[in-house]
């Protein structure tokens, strides 16, 4: 079991562009969650996705922020007309079910940097 | 409100020294707590977590409701034990994670 991966590791993008950070869960998980580190802080939850539903979004900016888990495919968080304050490491997890206490395996982590 | 406070964002002891990273929550309701560690370059690892009741590289980490606590332990360190710890609260609602700021925990030799 390869783990939670996450792509790319790195992203520079510019103000005004969009982020696209793709997250692919440990084999058998259909529960994914995205969580952002700004610097100096903790993880703060932003999402909550099980195939094809967003189950929590509490945690997501209310604008240019979204995030997908279609049928097929990675997990995506998008961030359009990034801007400096978006700079932030981007960490996805997964687990196999809710319920209980669940083990969250995370990703490596995606850091963006907005110029 | 559900909040989890690492009070410390540094501790530097030597090797051998007994360790404590405190950890204290706020959570109405029975908590589950979780310690994860994150090691220089590498991705957040679980560490502990309460419902367990296991030592993992020598950490324990008992919960203290009375006190709102789930401070981690270890009575020897280690140097490969420098890294940054998070303790984490699962939330009630959505099995979402809320974390503390985490504690940079340095072990000299």
Redesign the interface.
Known sequence: NAGVMQNPRHLVRRRGQEARLRCSPMKGHSHVYWYRQLPEEGLKFMVYLQKENIIDESGMPKERFSAEFPKEGPSILRIQQVVRGDSAAYFCASSPRTGGAQTQYFGPGTRLLVL | AQR?T?PEKLLSVFKGAPVELKCNYSYSGSP?L?W?VQYSR?????LL?H?SRESIKGFTADLNKGETSFHLKKPFAQEEDSAMY?CAL??S??????????TRLQVFP
């Open positions: 989890v690492q589950e979780f994860y590498q991705r957040l690892q679980l977590r419902i998070y699962l939330s609602d959505t099995d979402k994670l809320i974390f503390g700021t985490g």
